[in-house]
């Protein structure tokens, strides 16, 4: 893309000097993102993919009301609502978005002095990435309002279960046959995992806004590595607030990579599941009920066997969803995905014990 059409596109928001240059950030996997340079205050400008986010127009709304509460949350606190929460720049007339040939673009001021890290390395990162979205879901314990579902049937597994089935009898691509073994992977736990979401259905466990998307880069850090706060709200929705803390778990506590082909690094850390827990638990454990207490471990399995059922499900329907670099790719994700899992379900005694002992010492 052209700088002169980005700077077209960046001149319809409401900048607050010049352009002097725009750039290039980061190879994103679902949206485009430059840095917009004025002459006082660089911006983010995205290019959000609307092929993901069918109603982008709702997403940016939903981004809009959860960042105001946010904000007046910060500072009731004496916080810096500028620096602990995404700020979104409206466009010259107001609007959330600009559409220029078909496509939607936002803006937000970027925050200056931030770091992000792609893996939690340490002990430390571990723990305060789990304060980072721990204290994201405590300043929204309050929020009520609805949200429109950007996407749907988000981590909804019976949703998944519709999908899966249909591809099962569909067999696009002739792979069914193959994947006996696999397919018995997620046959054995369907009923554990609806009971599990009869939960949400019936209120047991309650909706509250989640993040979903709780990977440690969108996460912002000061040079301290402090949190600062929580980015990338496109997937902002309602759900169980459990959600976030399973899909973290299961991107922090991997000990080898989600498509990792030597299944022997594959595992859950421990070690990376209790300082997670902490840190979470340090900002979260006020606001939580006693069933999402109790039901808290639990989710990193229920994510987990979502996601093994996704890779598996694509590979069935001949890779259309996700990105693959090679013919397998999917099925590898599955299996290794699958490998942490079951070594969530040999540990999970313990994730429980570790879980029931943060909660009794604070």
Same mark, same amino acid.
């Given at each position: 893309?052209?700088?002169?059409?980005?700077?077209?596109?960046?001149?319809?928001?409401?900048?607050?000097?010049?352009?002097?240059? $725009?750039?290039?950030?980061?190879?994103?996997?679902?949206?485009?993102?430059?840095?917009?340079? *004025?002459?006082?205050?660089?911006?983010?400008?995205?290019?959000?993919?609307?092929?993901?986010?069918?109603?982008?127009?709702?997403? +940016?709304?939903?981004?809009?009301?959860?960042?105001?509460?946010?904000?007046?949350?910060?500072?009731?606190?004496?916080?810096?609502?500028?620096?602990?929460?995404?700020?979104?720049?409206?466009?010259?007339?107001?609007?959330?978005?600009?559409?220029?040939?078909?496509?939607?673009?936002?803006?937000?001021?970027?925050?200056?002095?931030?770091?992000?890290?792609?893996?939690?390395?340490?002990?430390?990162?571990?723990? +305060?990435?789990?304060?980072?979205?721990?204290?994201?879901?405590?300043?929204?314990?309050?929020?009520?309002?609805?949200?429109?579902?950007?996407?749907?049937?988000?981590?909804?597994?019976?949703?998944?279960?519709?999908?899966?089935?249909?591809?099962?009898?569909?067999?696009?691509?002739?792979?069914?046959?193959?994947?006996?073994?696999?397919?018995?992977?997620?046959?054995?736990?369907?009923?554990?995992?609806?009971?599990?979401?009869?939960?949400?259905?019936?209120?047991?466990?309650?909706?509250?806004?989640?993040?979903?998307?709780?990977?440690?880069?969108?996460?912002?850090?000061?040079?301290?590595?402090?949190?600062?706060?929580?980015?990338?709200?496109?997937?902002?929705?309602?759900?169980?607030?459990?959600?976030?803390?399973?899909?973290?778990?299961?991107?922090?506590?991997? *000990?080898?990579?989600?498509?990792?082909?030597?299944?022997?690094?594959?595992?859950?850390? $421990?070690?990376?599941?209790?300082?997670?827990?902490?840190?979470?638990?340090?900002?979260?454990?006020?606001?939580?009920?006693?069933?999402?207490?109790?039901?808290?471990?639990?989710?990193?399995?229920?994510?987990?066997?979502?996601?093994?059922?996704?890779?598996?499900?694509?590979?069935?329907?001949?890779?259309?969803?996700?990105?693959?670099?090679?013919?397998?790719?999917?099925?590898?994700?599955?299996?290794?995905?699958?490998?942490?899992?079951?070594?969530?379900?040999?540990?999970?005694?313990?994730?429980?014990?570790?879980?029931?002992?943060? $909660?009794?010492?604070?």
């Amino acid at each position: 893309m052209t700088e002169p059409r980005l700077r077209t596109i960046a001149e319809q928001f409401a900048l607050d000097a010049p352009i002097v240059a $725009i750039e290039r950030l980061g190879e994103g996997f679902i949206n485009d993102t430059f840095v917009v340079n *004025t002459l006082s205050t660089r911006y983010i400008l995205q290019r959000k993919n609307s092929n993901v986010f069918e109603d982008v127009p709702a997403m +940016m709304d939903n981004i809009a009301r959860v960042t105001a509460h946010l904000k007046r949350k910060v500072l009731t606190q004496g916080g810096d609502p500028e620096r602990e929460v995404l700020t979104v720049v409206p466009t010259t007339e107001g609007a959330l978005y600009h559409i220029h040939d078909g496509d939607y673009w936002a803006m937000s001021l970027f925050i200056e002095g931030s770091v992000t890290h792609d893996v939690a390395d340490t002990p430390r990162l571990a723990y +305060m990435g789990g304060r980072g979205i721990g204290r994201f879901q405590s300043l929204l314990a309050d929020f009520e309002e609805p949200l429109a579902e950007v996407i749907r049937g988000f981590h909804n597994i019976r949703w998944r279960f519709e999908q899966w089935d249909r591809s099962l009898a569909e067999d696009r691509v002739g792979r069914r046959a193959a994947l006996a073994e696999q397919i018995a992977w997620i046959e054995s736990r369907r009923d554990k995992m609806l009971s599990f979401w009869g939960l949400v259905e019936r209120g047991v466990l309650p909706k509250r806004v989640t993040h979903n998307d709780t990977k440690l880069s969108n996460i912002l850090f000061d040079e301290r590595d402090e949190v600062l706060c929580v980015i990338d709200l496109d997937t902002v929705m309602s759900s169980t607030s459990l959600n976030d803390f399973g899909d973290a778990i299961r991107s922090y506590a991997n *000990t080898g990579a989600e498509d990792d082909r030597d299944l022997s690094r594959v595992g859950l850390s $421990i070690d990376k599941f209790r300082c997670y827990a902490e840190g979470y638990l340090s900002e979260r454990l006020s606001s939580m009920t006693a069933a999402e207490c109790e039901w808290l471990a639990f989710a990193a399995l229920y994510i987990t066997y979502e996601q093994v059922l996704r890779f598996l499900m694509d590979y069935i329907d001949g890779d259309v969803y996700y990105k693959t670099a090679y013919s397998e790719h999917n099925l590898v994700r599955a299996t290794a995905q699958y490998k942490l899992l079951c070594s969530m379900e040999e540990h999970y005694s313990t994730m429980q014990q570790i879980i029931r002992d943060i $909660i009794a010492a604070r």
